[in-house]
């Protein structure tokens, strides 16, 4: 099914060329709206907390969101004004002063969300941790665009993160709205290599299912042999000459996930590739 409704996330004037430029490679391949979504923050103050905050600092703040906002609309109207899919403008305010509120209430009506890789430089802490809300709770795929990554093509050929989950069965269903006609997609089992790999049954169908929809389907296993998952996907997606990744996301709990790390929060932190989480 092809693409109709991007939502673009602009958080961030550095980024959002970026961005712009990644939905728009989907875009004119199966002329999806394009929506470039700018929330403006509110200034919260908390209960029981006794702060006094001039007027003065309410105008300052007031005035930055507005120079903020016009700033991303001037790039938005850039970037799309010579395009021929439909391109929307989108400001809204977030009333609760929290981003990832105001987004999943967006994200939920699109196709695919496009979001920049979290920043590295600790100025955005609350971005780093809008993914994964926005992951977890908007019941849509989420493409992160890596830093300073300008996108020429995208979903042409891909690699699968697969394991026997319910989130990279999601991801492999989602990864076909965004697959070019034709695309390339190598399902990458990370684990133990089986002896006999036509006894794999599961990786098998799944490959033979995606195939009836049109890609080209390898099946690749590596073994882990203590590497990260997030640095074998990167690795191999490389080797591969992968435009993108695609991924089940936050397969574990919060807790397990804290403790421990998982492969999602590496991959939105490091990935050199575009990635498609799914959740």
Not at 62 to 67: P, T
Not at 95 to 114: C, M, P, W
Not at 118 to 130: K, R, T, V, Y
Not at 156 to 171: D, K
Request: with cysteine; glycine share 6%; hydrophobic share 45%.
């Amino acid at each position: 099914m092809p693409l109709r409704t991007i939502l673009v996330c602009l958080t961030h004037a550095s980024s959002a060329p970026a961005l712009l430029q990644s939905a728009a490679v989907l875009a004119r391949r199966d002329n999806a709206h394009v929506i470039g979504l700018f929330v403006t923050e509110s200034l919260v103050l908390y209960p029981g907390i006794a702060v006094h905050v001039p007027e003065v600092s309410f105008e300052a703040f007031i005035a930055s969101q507005q120079a903020e906002a016009k700033e991303m609309k001037e790039i938005f109207e850039t970037q799309t004004r010579a395009e021929d899919f439909p391109a929307e403008w989108r400001k809204i305010n977030s009333e609760n002063g929290f981003l990832a509120d105001s987004i999943i209430a967006s994200a939920r009506h699109a196709d695919l969300v496009i979001m920049a890789q979290e920043q590295d430089d600790g100025e955005l802490l609350q971005l780093n941790s809008l993914h994964e809300r926005v992951i977890r709770e908007c019941g849509r795929p989420v493409l992160v665009i890596p830093r300073n990554y300008t996108a020429k093509t995208l979903g042409q050929n891909i690699v699968l993160g697969w394991s026997e989950t319910r989130e990279a069965t999601r991801a492999m269903h989602d990864l076909l709205a965004v697959a070019a006609p034709g695309a390339k997609i190598n399902v990458l089992r990370i684990g133990k290599p089986p002896s006999n790999t036509l006894a794999d049954h599961a990786t098998n169908d799944l490959a033979a299912a995606l195939a009836r929809h049109g890609p080209q389907v390898t099946v690749v296993h590596r073994d882990k042999d203590g590497e990260k998952i997030a640095d074998i996907l990167n690795k191999e997606a490389f080797d591969m000459g992968a435009d993108m990744m695609a991924t089940g996301a936050f397969g574990h709990s919060r807790t397990y996930d804290f403790v421990i790390g998982a492969a999602t929060r590496a991959l939105l932190k490091d990935a050199k590739l575009p990635v498609l989480f799914s959740k």
